[in-house]
């Protein structure tokens, strides 16, 4: 159903509650949260959080938690099998019945266990290929901007729009500006 991940995009802060801004590399953003689809689309994205959160707490503070019960319960034939659709996340996030992680790293895990987070975590390099791709279309979401913070979230969801429509239209990325995006 989806793949979901965060991303930090930098901001001018606000002077007071400037800490809450400075992310774990040190410098201030706001976390987006995006769920991408098997195409690179974002279907749901999240731009309210603060450098600081971590991705379970942006995750309980977004609309795609609080209307979880809306996502289908549906379930998907794939060469025989019924599969049962789910958001792919990493171990920061929890488990929950719509949402399967991978599991903590640890030195106990089993053989089983470690190929089990091998292959989920192959699986979301989808999301990270779309915020890069993002990242590479709208570079304005690399570099700080000088407008009022509070007009960053708008800013960036019309960036995921637009990445959305050009993602539709097959739009080609340079790989020079791939590689920019890192």
Same mark, same amino acid.
Not at 69 to 80: A, F, R, S, T, W
């Given at each position: 159903?989806?793949?979901? @991940?965060? !991303?930090?995009?930098?901001?001018?802060?606000? $002077?007071?509650?400037?800490? @809450? *801004?400075?992310?774990?590399?040190?410098?201030? +953003?706001?976390?987006?949260?995006? =769920?991408?689809?098997? &195409?690179?689309?974002?279907?749901? #994205?999240?731009?309210?959080?603060? $450098?600081?959160?971590?991705?379970? &707490? =942006?995750?309980?503070?977004?609309?795609? *938690?609080?209307?979880?019960?809306?996502?289908?319960? $549906?379930?998907?034939? #794939?060469? $025989?099998?019924? =599969?049962?659709?789910?958001?792919?996340?990493?171990?920061?996030?929890?488990?929950?019945?719509?949402?399967?992680?991978?599991? &903590?790293?640890?030195?106990? %895990? !089993?053989?089983?266990?470690? +190929?089990?987070?091998?292959? %989920?975590?192959? %699986?979301?390099?989808?999301?990270?290929?779309? *915020?890069?791709?993002?990242?590479?279309?709208?570079?304005?979401?690399?570099?700080? +901007?000088?407008?009022?913070?509070? *007009?960053?979230?708008?800013? #960036?969801? &019309?960036?995921?729009?637009?990445?959305?429509?050009?993602?539709?239209?097959?739009?080609?990325?340079?790989?020079?500006?791939?590689?920019? +995006?890192?």
């Amino acid at each position: 159903m989806g793949l979901i @991940d965060g !991303t930090h995009i930098p901001v001018l802060p606000p $002077g007071g509650g400037y800490k @809450d *801004f400075v992310n774990r590399k040190g410098w201030p +953003s706001y976390v987006l949260q995006g =769920v991408v689809d098997d &195409t690179g689309c974002f279907w749901n #994205i999240s731009c309210k959080m603060p $450098g600081n959160a971590h991705d379970a &707490t =942006v995750l309980r503070q977004s609309e795609l *938690f609080q209307k979880a019960h809306l996502l289908l319960k $549906g379930v998907k034939n #794939i060469q $025989g099998e019924e =599969v049962r659709l789910l958001v792919v996340g990493d171990p920061a996030y929890p488990l929950l019945d719509w949402l399967i992680k991978g599991y &903590t790293n640890s030195p106990n %895990l !089993t053989p089983e266990q470690e +190929s089990f987070n091998v292959y %989920l975590s192959s %699986l979301r390099v989808g999301v990270e290929m779309a *915020f890069g791709k993002l990242k590479s279309r709208w570079r304005v979401l690399l570099k700080r +901007s000088d407008f009022h913070f509070s *007009f960053a979230p708008t800013m #960036i969801a &019309t960036c995921c729009a637009l990445h959305n429509f050009w993602e539709k239209q097959k739009d080609a990325i340079s790989t020079n500006w791939l590689e920019e +995006s890192k």
